[in-house]
């Protein structure tokens, strides 16, 4: 298809055409084409030129489009607001962000949950970014001061991004930049933590500051980025580990704790990593303020758990316990035969109630599940959707493809009220609900676009 350019650009041909073909992107030899590309297939397509055409309302002149021959990334170019704009959008966007160029300088990297939302995004920062001259704080002259301006801080950005979303819970790193100095700062979710890094204009050579639930926890720098990162990573994984951690708690226990000492220091996180595999939400942890006893909550098959540590953990019981107040104790020879049968009861846990109170056992929640099935049929790939039931809770799974990627939308007996669980390629996501069942579909569908 071709795509139309606002008579503005007056940049066309003898002929008076205003069509600019996609042919190096979208008409072209598709073997050539990256599989893992976001814009390969029918909604990739419809996505880059929805993007295409977003651009080209605002552009002051033709957008053009380029694409690496490594990687084929594709980027594009165009003038708008007096500067030379370049935006290159990675493999798996809108996942991971889009880069901004202005002017040559290094500008900002912004994604968002779906296509649809970054677009917006990068069209707000580029309408709210001033033409060069106009004022002393101009982005881009500000930015060209930046440590990650240029292609060389842009690289460092990217691996500094990178680091970060490995270890952020379900790998969501969010970016900001202050409007002002332009410095960076990502905020990631670390062991159900809420951590902040504020990067300073300097970077590595000046310290850059970690706060942790709000309050500054340590600054951190070093002779080289990587060298930096690396400490930044170790000290929130140590930090992350209760027996480090103050928040005013007592530590006259902390000595005496299972966790305490360098392979203890590594089973709670072994734990942690065992359970969020497993859990159908984020694995949270506590820690008693007397006693420094750890605490993980998570929900699974519409139940929320608690395990509960004692300080001689595994020697002495771990409590499981339900919101259907079950109590359960399980010990094991070693750390790992205990989590074992922790795991496997859960699983084999059957939760006392019954197909009639579902959500779809009536003829409107028939209506209801009719009507989820083809939305989600209508964006699956190939219009292919698998539907499963529990045989103890007859709770339904929807199971489908998109994008080439499988997912699982697991809805609990209550739904919408109670929200459902989704899975990405066997790893829990996300939870999402809504206060009707079409509010929840869309999120559910804008969540996983």
């Known amino acids: 298809m071709p795509l139309r350019h606002r008579p503005a650009a007056k940049r066309h041909d003898q002929a008076g055409s205003n069509v600019q073909p996609l042919s190096p992107i979208l008409r072209g030899n598709r073997a050539r084409v990256a599989a893992n590309q976001w814009y390969t297939g029918t909604q990739g397509e419809r996505d880059l030129k929805y993007i295409f055409a977003k651009f080209t309302s605002i552009a002051e002149t033709e ?3 380029s694409r690496r021959t ?3 990334d594709v980027t594009l170019s165009f003038e708008a ?3 030379l704009w370049h935006v290159t959008f990675p493999n798996n966007f809108p996942r991971s962000n889009a880069s901004l160029t202005a002017s040559g300088e290094n500008s900002t990297i912004i994604g968002g949950d779906t296509v649809e939302t970054a677009v917006d995004a990068i069209l707000n920062h580029i309408s709210s970014v001033q033409p060069p001259g106009q004022m ?3 982005p881009a002259r500000v930015a060209a001061d930046q440590w990650y301006a240029r292609e060389q801080g842009q690289a460092a950005l990217k691996l500094v991004l990178d680091k970060f979303t490995d270890i952020a819970d379900s790998a969501r790193v969010e970016m900001t930049r202050t409007t002002d100095t332009q410095d960076v700062t990502l905020t990631f979710e670390c062991h159900g933590q809420e951590w902040q890094v504020a990067f300073p ?3 590595p050579r000046s310290s850059a500051s970690l706060t942790c639930l709000g309050e500054l926890n340590t600054r951190i720098g070093g002779d080289t980025i990587e060298i930096a990162v690396s400490s930044m990573i170790n000290c929130i994984s140590s930090l992350n580990q209760p027996s480090l951690r103050g928040n005013g708690a007592p530590q006259v226990a902390a000595h005496d704790q299972w966790y305490v000492g360098e392979k203890g220091e590594a089973a709670p996180k072994y734990i942690f990593d065992e359970l969020r595999c497993f859990a159908e939400s984020d694995v949270r942890m506590t820690r008693k303020l007397d006693t420094q006893d750890l605490t993980l909550n998570f929900h699974h098959e519409g139940q929320d758990w608690q395990v509960e540590f004692p300080s001689n953990f595994p020697r002495s019981y771990v409590t499981l316990s339900t919101n259907e107040d079950e109590h359960v104790i399980f010990s094991g020879n070693t750390m790992k035969t205990a989590i074992s049968a922790i795991i496997a009861h859960i699983r084999d846990s059957r939760p006392t109630r019954l197909a009639a109170t579902q959500w779809y056992a009536s003829k409107e929640g028939e209506m209801a599940l009719k009507y989820i099935f083809d939305e989600l049929r209508n964006f699956a790939d190939g219009n292919a959707v698998n539907m499963s039931r529990k045989t103890d809770t007859q709770d ?5 493809q998109r994008h080439g990627q499988d997912w ?3 809805f609990p007996f209550d739904f919408p009220r109670s929200s459902a669980s989704l899975s990405y390629n066997g790893t829990f ?5 809504g206060d009707t069942v079409e509010n929840a579909v869309s999120a559910i569908i804008n969540r996983i676009s």
């Open 201 to 203: 204009k300097h970077f």
């Open 429 to 433: 996501y996300a939870r999402v609900g």
């Open 63 to 65: 957008v053009e489009m």
């Open 408 to 410: 699982h939308v697991k």
């Open 136 to 138: 002393s704080g101009n």
């Open 70 to 72: 490594d990687i084929q």
């Open 81 to 83: 607001h007096g500067q």
């Open 396 to 400: 339904v799974t929807l199971s489908f």
